[in-house]
Structures are given as structure tokens and as C-alpha cells.
């Protein structure tokens, strides 16, 4: 069964520290990676897209990579400040249906 | 472009009534997806359409559930009747293509007393 997985479910740090976060998932034959935050009450909003012939994509202070034969992903975030606490969540599609499968995310608080 | 938008935003209704979500996608997407997101079992997909054609509702939980897109600009998510174990916050999202990101409405909430 294809599987995504976020661990831990939760994470804070102080305001300046880098954020790593980790999406694993259980097949790595994957079409491609997407990182969304979302915020409460909010909708998701995507971050980073990673195709599965790329290694890493990077947006200012957020580089994600990509390592399919360990069945990994990584959100780094670049010096932390307060508005980027939110819960952050990956999705993998595999071929076959394409769906977007979701891990449960991470929540995030970066204190000031 | 505004985005995805949904409608309404809350909605409380008592249990036995139908509910109706409506959906505008982002112009010039041919796909469109229904989720549903509860503490317990997270974001799940409900349903998508191609082209407004339904593709996949395997999601569907029940018979209660059903959704419609009669246009490229809009699309429904019924439930009749509700029952309160439908309450839940549901999104719409709209992609290109299957390959592309997907772009999220600001979602419905809804509960079903």
C-alpha cells in the first residue's frame, strides 16, 4: 500500500533556527512530491513541487530534496520566524491513479 | 486570477438536511477534486472530475454523497441527508494537469448537528 508518512507531528523551535521537516513515503516509484502549508482555517497553499527526475527544488528561504530510493523527502526552512508557524504537509502521486496522497502533517511554531 | 473558490464558508445545518458545497476552479484547469479533512483521517480524497467527467469517486463515503460539475466553471458536493458524523472541513482543488500543483480553495466547514 502506497503510504505517506510526517514525523514528528508536531515541532517548535526558537525564532532564527533552521526547520528541517520529513515526509517519508513507502513506494519509491513516484511521479512527484508536493509540499503545502496550511494554515488554521485556512486552505492549503503549495510550496514546492519536486518531479521525481529532480533532486531538490528551491523558493527563498525553503529548499526541498528529494531522495526516492530511501523514500524521503525534506523542507528546510531557512532562519524561522513566527509567520512560519502553520502545519505543513506533504503528498505524493504515484502513476497509475495520480492522486494526490497526503501524510497527516507537522505543525510548526517558531517562537519569537 | 482569484484562486478556488468555495462556498459557503460555515455551515451548520441539523442532521436529516441536505447541504449543498458549491466550487468555482481556477479558469483554465481541467481538474478538479473534492476533499474532505477530519482530525481523525486527515485530507482524503472524495471524488475528481476531468473535463467535468467524474473519474474516480471511489472516495465517495456513501450513497449520501454526490457531486456534479455541469461546467468547466463550477461544481457541487451534495449530501442528503446529512448525519453528524459529515462534519468535517471540505476542500475543492483545481490542477492543469495531474502532474502540476494543486491549487486549494479556502475550504467549507461544515457541521451536522
Partial sequence: KQEVT?????????????????CSFTDSAIYNLQW?????????????????????????RLNASLDKSSGRSTLYIAASQPG????????????????LSFGAGTTVTVRA | DAGVIQSPRH??????????????????????FWYRQTMMRGLELLIYFNNNVPIDDS???????????????FSTLKIQPSEPRDS????????????????????TRLTVV
Fill in chain 1, 6 to 22: 510526517q514525523i514528528p507531528a508536531a515541532l517548535s523551535v526558537p525564532e532564527g533556527e533552521n526547520l528541517v521537516l520529513n
Fill in chain 2, 11 to 32: 455551515e451548520v445545518t441539523e442532521m436529516g438536511q441536505e447541504v449543498t458545497l458549491r466550487c468555482k476552479p481556477i479558469s483554465g484547469h481541467d481538474y478538479l
Fill in chain 2, 88 to 107: 468535517a472541513v471540505y476542500f475543492c482543488a483545481s490542477q492543469v494537469d495531474l502532474f502540476t500543483e494543486a491549487f486549494f480553495g479556502q475550504g
Fill in chain 2, 59 to 73: 472516495g465517495m463515503p456513501e450513497d449520501r454523497f454526490s457531486a456534479k460539475m455541469p461546467n468547466a466553471s
Fill in chain 1, 84 to 99: 512560519d508557524s502553520a502545519t505543513y504537509l506533504c503528498a505524493a502521486v504515484w502513476g497509475g491513479d495520480y492522486k
Fill in chain 1, 36 to 60: 503545502f502549508r496550511q494554515d488554521p482555517g485556512k486552505g492549503l497553499t503549495s510550496l514546492l513541487l519536486i518531479q521525481s527526475s529532480q533532486r531538490e527544488q528551491t523558493s527563498g
